[in-house]
């Protein structure tokens, strides 16, 4: 039975270290959720009396003309569901939203796969946090909600590097199965209804990327900070295209982990993902971005090619990884925040980032480019600031910090005014730097009151 109203979030992610490493099975990433969310709001669609629509809608009422109407029907042979985009009706000038496409489309399927249920119609709302985005003067600050309305259309908005598109495929499918599926079937409460969550979501959004990611991302998603060790691509290789003969058994195979001879192996750790009291880990963003899917190219075809001295980097960048791990436990358990020590917790971020910066100059690729080391040097230096990473495939999305309290207004005062004497004679360049509104948030995905969404759904 269709729940008349669901409200899902998902956090955002930052991996603070092992990036590349968490692409091997044999290496693992510390990532932690951040407080900013993307939401996910769904209820029956209303019609008037005597009328029956077959149609889902999707909205993102924060940017301009960012709306998505889909058909659906279930193809032959256990195909799945199909969605297909009403072209003539959706008024977004982005044309395909692969991510939300995707998302419906194996939810639609998995369920379809399970039960019964009448689609009918449906209204989808999708919010997120201000950090998600780099939006100078967009916000009303008039406004008595969270979330803000960033002007532009989604295409021209400038990401901050934060997950969005995980956090999207989560909260999103979460959201439609909890809206169609009875508590019976589902529920994200426990642990096997979040096991089955986290894989079709996984499964949903290495679909949409066209590829088989680490999922670090997702997993932060569903399951919040941990420490995550990933999983074998070959358990989503089985699954073929939606649409395809026997589609919607293998999906429900895979979601539900029952095939003995293709089982979810990822690790996840929740209780090596801790951050010291006192201490919070902050976001700092550039205003530009990199694509990490064409670094992460590079970065690989280096590995193969130089396989023996790339295996002996990544051994010892994933040491200093564990050693990152533990510190962070061991100044956790320490009673008195005021008197630790924090020496040692730097040295070691500033030997991983020198590891890094010795992978990034052997690849040829920016991991750390030298303006975001200019930036993290500088923040460094100021008393109480601990250390700072360029985090997941580096590039020049938003930087990391780990900031003991007393150092916020420091920081704060530094960046208003901080600006580059970095010349670069290519790429991009360093815009205005600003302090994120996020810290670490240990929790994944949660339910939310929907009547937190009434400025934004129709």
Not at 203 to 230: E, I, L, P, T
Not at 334 to 344: H, L, P, R, T
Not at 391 to 411: C, E, Q
């Amino acid at each position: 039975m269709r729940r008349s109203t669901v409200a899902i979030s998902a956090p955002g992610k930052v991996l603070l270290a092992g990036g590349y490493l968490v692409l091997d099975r044999d290496h693992t990433g510390l990532v932690f959720g951040l407080d900013a969310r993307i939401h996910v709001h769904v209820q029956k669609l209303p019609t008037s009396p005597g009328v029956v629509l077959s149609e889902i809608i999707v909205r993102s009422p924060q940017f301009i003309d960012a709306e998505w109407r889909y058909g659906y029907r279930e193809t032959e042979d256990q195909g799945g569901i199909e969605v297909v985009q009403l072209k003539g009706h959706s008024t977004s000038a982005q044309s395909r939203n692969k991510f939300v496409e995707t998302a419906l489309a194996y939810a639609l399927s998995y369920i379809s796969a399970v039960s019964s249920a009448d689609f009918g119609s449906t209204s989808i709302t999708i919010v997120a946090d201000t950090d998600y985005y780099s939006h100078p003067g967009s916000k009303d600050c008039t406004s008595p909600t969270r979330f803000v309305n960033f002007n532009v259309p989604l295409s021209e908005a400038h990401k901050t590097g934060l997950g969005s598109s995980a956090a999207l495929v989560t909260a999103f499918t979460a959201a439609v199965l909890t809206h169609y599926l009875d508590q019976s079937q589902l529920t994200l409460n426990s642990e096997s209804g979040r096991a089955c969550l986290h894989n079709i979501a996984q499964a949903a959004h290495c679909a949409a990327q066209g590829k088989v990611g680490s999922g670090f991302d997702v997993a932060a998603a569903v399951y919040g900070s941990c420490v995550y060790r990933r999983f074998s691509s070959s358990i989503l290789v089985v699954l073929g295209e939606v649409g395809s003969a026997g589609f919607s058994k293998r999906l429900r195979a895979v979601v539900e982990d029952s095939d003995p001879s293709n089982k979810w192996d990822m690790r996840i750790d929740k209780s090596a993902a801790v951050m010291p009291h006192g201490v919070t880990l902050l976001m700092c963003d550039i205003d530009c971005g990199s694509e990490s899917v064409g670094m992460a190219k590079k970065v690989l075809a280096w590995r193969k090619e130089n396989h023996e001295e790339a295996m002996l980097l990544w051994a010892t960048l994933q040491k200093g990884n564990e050693d990152l791990a533990r510190e962070l436990q061991r100044l956790t358990q320490g009673c008195n925040s005021i008197s630790q020590d924090y020496k040692n917790l730097g040295d070691i971020i500033l030997t991983i980032r020198s590891l890094i910066r010795e992978m990034s100059a052997k690849a040829e690729v920016p991991i750390e480019p030298s303006v975001q080391t200019e930036l993290l040097d500088a923040c460094c230096q100021i008393d109480g600031v601990v250390g700072g990473v360029v985090p997941g495939a580096g590039g020049f999305d938003a930087i990391a910090l780990l900031v003991r309290d007393k150092a916020l207004p420091s920081l704060q005062e530094f960046l208003r005014t901080f600006s580059t004497t970095n010349k670069v004679e290519s790429g991009p360049v360093i815009g205005k730097v600003k302090l994120l509104g996020v810290k670490q948030e240990m929790d994944g995905l949660r339910m939310e009151e929907a009547n937190m969404y009434a400025d934004w759904v129709r």
